[in-house]
């Protein structure tokens, strides 16, 4: 079964706005990731953030973590065209042998 | 540095015909393995996992099965495939557990059963 659940499932904004989506998980956790997936193609890493830590940040994106929510948010600031792609989280779940779970995903758009 | 292999990217197959995917990795040793697969515009379903040659665990009941006859060779398998096997498969590979290391992808292969 799903581990993540992202919200929301599809997003369009104008370039140059600023992105937000977010996950929810069940379990608990030693790290929750975010990948990034063109059309029909593989999955590329963003940025883990690991069960203790509370934010991260990496070139335009930021990443949040509250576990005793069960939730993290991506953020992509100054949204350009080439970030239009399908967003997935993921977690490494301590209670199912650490194998790498995955959200559904949000298809983010955006517009010229 | 590490590189991982998955072919063919692309692949139609007839109903009841027998399925070999293929993934290796390179530049790393005793990698987690995965096998997901992804419905058109869904999310990730894992569909098998492995610690080491010859361990594999099912996630999900179905027509498919895995095997890792090496350590850095991911295999996944149908004796007879159905119209609802079809969809896009990846490999992934992710360091040993608790070393909270990232899953690297395959570029995927696209199968269409007809």
């Known amino acids: ?112 | 540095s590490q590189t991982i292999h998955q072919w063919p990217a692309t692949l139609v197959q007839p109903v009841g015909s027998p399925l070999s995917l293929e993934c290796t990795v390179e530049g790393t040793s005793n990698p987690n393995l995965y096998w997901y697969r992804q419905a058109a515009g869904r999310g990730l379903q894992l569909l098998f996992y492995s610690v080491g040659i010859g361990q594999i665990s099912s996630e999900v009941p179905q027509n498919l099965s895995a095997s890792r006859p090496q350590d850095r060779q991911f295999i996944l398998s149908s004796k007879k495939l159905l119209l609802s096997d079809s969809g896009f498969y990846l490999c992934a590979w992710s360091g040993r557990p608790n070393s909270n290391t990232e899953a690297f992808f395959g570029q995927g292969t696209r199968l269409t059963v007809v």
């Open chain 1, 1 to 112: 079964s799903q581990q993540g659940e992202e919200d929301p499932q599809a997003l369009s904004i104008q370039e140059g706005e600023n992105a937000t989506m977010n996950c929810s998980y069940k379990t608990s956790i030693n790290n929750l990731q975010w990948y990034r997936q063109n059309s029909g193609r593989g999955l590329v890493h963003l940025i883990l953030i690991r069960s203790n830590e509370r934010e991260k940040h990496s070139g335009r994106l930021r990443v949040t973590l509250d576990t005793s929510k069960k939730s993290s948010s991506l953020l992509i600031t100054a949204s350009r065209a080439a970030d239009t792609a399908s967003y997935f989280c993921a977690t490494d779940a301590r209670n199912r042998d650490d194998k790498i779970i995955f959200g559904k995903g949000t298809r983010l758009h955006i517009l010229p």
